[in-house]
């Protein structure tokens, strides 16, 4: 597609639920983020992936996090046991190569945690 | 930590007026600051500034970074209501020699122009 699509858009859990969001990167782009951006705040970097390789997950923030990538294009980021304070926007980002920045986002999943 | 503040955090102007908006960092290994626009939830890249004292210019908007003073400022002249959003500013930060950087963004600042 032209752009980076994210789907759902909107995404509602109760608490405990399991959830995946799925990112379809620009066809072509090695680089895939994702970020996490709780209202009022910016982005916070989750993970980064080069093609299939997950190369930085520092900024998961906890092992209910978990990334994939498996065929280094479409990835789904997966959030076990959900908990309120999961509730934001996933925001995923593609570029062509290694750096960040001419990063295009996607539109992100707002996720609400009930 | 990599550390990134952005101000005013919101800012209400009228069509026609100008208007400046601040970003300040520390960061270990700078490589390049980044201005982006959030309308609704996609933020889109405006500027990459790497070099001290140069200013991009695109259209009415326009930026320079200050490398001594660790800062950046963007300037929006002649706003439009269209200029509404929230802007934020990232820096990246060079992690591995294998080229990977890390960008951290700041809060950003919610610009509102009203007609």
């Known amino acids: 597609g032209a752009g980076v699509s994210q789907s759902p858009r909107y995404k509602v859990a109760k608490r405990g639920q399991d959830v995946a969001l799925r990112c379809d990167p620009i066809?072509?782009?090695?680089?895939l983020f994702w970020y996490q951006q709780a209202l009022g705040q910016g982005p916070e970097f989750l993970t980064y992936?080069?093609?299939?390789?997950?190369?930085?997950k520092s900024g998961l923030p906890s092992d209910r996090f978990f990334a994939e990538r498996p065929e280094g294009s479409v990835s789904t980021l997966k959030i076990q046991r959900t908990q309120q304070e999961d509730s934001a926007v996933y925001l995923c980002?593609?570029?062509?190569?290694?750096?960040?920045?001419?990063?295009?986002f996607g539109q992100g999943t707002r996720l609400t945690v009930v | 930590e990599d550390k990134v503040v952005q101000s005013p955090l919101s800012l209400v102007v009228h069509e026609g007026d100008t208007v400046t908006l601040n970003c300040s960092y520390e960061?270990?290994?700078?490589?390049?600051l980044l201005w982006y626009k959030q309308e609704k939830k996609a933020p889109t890249f405006l500027f990459m500034l790497?070099?001290?004292?140069i200013e991009k210019k695109s259209g009415r908007l326009s930026s320079i970074l200050d490398k001594k003073e660790l800062s950046s400022i963007l300037n929006i002249t002649a706003t439009q209501t269209g200029d509404s959003a929230i802007y934020l500013c990232?820096?990246?930060?060079?992690?591995?020699?294998?080229?990977?950087?890390?960008?951290?963004f700041g809060i950003g600042t919610k610009l509102q122009v009203i007609p």
């Open positions: 960061v270990t290994n700078f490589r390049s």
């Open positions: 790497t070099s001290s004292g």
């Open positions: 992936f080069q093609n299939e390789a997950q190369l930085d």
């Open positions: 066809s072509g782009h090695v680089s």
């Open positions: 980002a593609s570029s062509l190569y290694g750096t960040n920045t001419e990063a295009f």
């Open positions: 990232a820096v990246e930060a060079i992690i591995d020699s294998g080229g990977y950087q890390k960008v951290t």
